[in-house]
């Protein structure tokens, strides 16, 4: 589901955050501990600014990025490529 611009708000709570991104509020708590979704605590909760959901909807791989990715599918591929391979096949 996606959201439209009658649903903006200016904060966003973890379990909404997470139905938004299509992940769960574990998740998205587990990404705010982690810094990666920046968040405001109040009390035992969080809020979750909506710029926050901008930048994320917004963000794309910068080159080292995509070569860190890279580098590590080739990685998995060279130590697992026989056995997905074969579990491709089932």
């Not at 439209?4 to 955050?17: C, L, R």
């Not at 909760?45 to 890279?70: F, H, M, R, V, W």
């Not at 080739?74 to 391979?85: L, P």
Request: aromatic share 8%.
């Amino acid at each position: 589901m996606r959201y439209t611009v009658k649903d903006k708000k200016d904060f966003y709570s973890i379990a909404e955050f997470g139905k938004i991104l299509g992940i769960s509020r574990i998740a998205v708590y587990k990404k705010i501990k982690k810094g990666d979704i920046k968040a405001i605590q109040i009390g035992k909760s969080y809020a979750i600014p909506a710029d926050t959901l901008e930048s994320i909807e917004g963000n794309e791989l910068n080159e080292g990025e995509k070569e860190q990715i890279g580098k590590a599918v080739r990685k998995v591929f060279e130590n697992y490529g026989e056995t997905i391979k074969k579990l491709g096949k089932e």
